[in-house]
């Protein structure tokens, strides 16, 4: 299932932080106010379990997308993927566009990514680590919230 996060999410959230080296040192202050906004997103399994997450900036005109991560153990099984998805269809929706940067080596997540219409943000510069994508709406409807909670199957 996708959802927003809830405040009663921040010790499942922040264990998951842990694992992740590069921002495991994420104060659970800057955490809480991704989840007060509504700008953090999780996969959960069927036993309530998050095991993904998603967390943007939203703007007047395009999310970005700061962070997204999957626990090691429950990599492969769709949960970045049903993020992605829910993300685009809420992009859609809104008219707006979304900004992702993600490492040059992370092929995986560059796929799923494309695989939800981002696409490169200009060539990439030599040496630099990060790849920018952006994604345009697909088509401009009325504005429409993140649904509280979606079911999707994975």
């Known amino acids: ?11 499942q959230l922040h264990r998951l932080i842990k694992l992740w080296d590069e921002i ?16 953090v997103f999780c996969a959960t399994t069927e036993q309530g379990e998050i095991v993904s997450f998603l967390q943007a ?27 992605f998805n829910a993300l685009a269809s809420h992009l859609d929706k809104t008219g707006k566009s979304a900004i992702f940067i993600t490492g040059k080596s992370n092929k ?8 939800y219409g981002f696409v490169p943000d200009g060539a990439p510069k030599m040496g630099a680590p990060n790849m920018k994508m952006i994604r345009y709406p697909r088509k401009q409807t009325q504005s429409s919230p993140l649904p509280q909670e979606a079911a999707l199957s994975l």
């Open 108 to 115: 995986g997540l560059q796929r799923i990514a494309r695989k």
């Open 1 to 11: 299932m996708i959802r927003c996060a809830k405040p009663e999410d921040m010790d």
């Open 24 to 39: 495991k040192d994420t104060p659970q202050s800057a955490l809480l106010e991704g989840i007060e906004s509504q700008t």
């Open 57 to 83: 900036a939203i703007g007047e005109k395009t999310w970005e997308i700061n962070r997204l991560f999957t626990h090691p153990d429950q990599r492969g099984k769709g949960y970045g993927t049903a993020l």
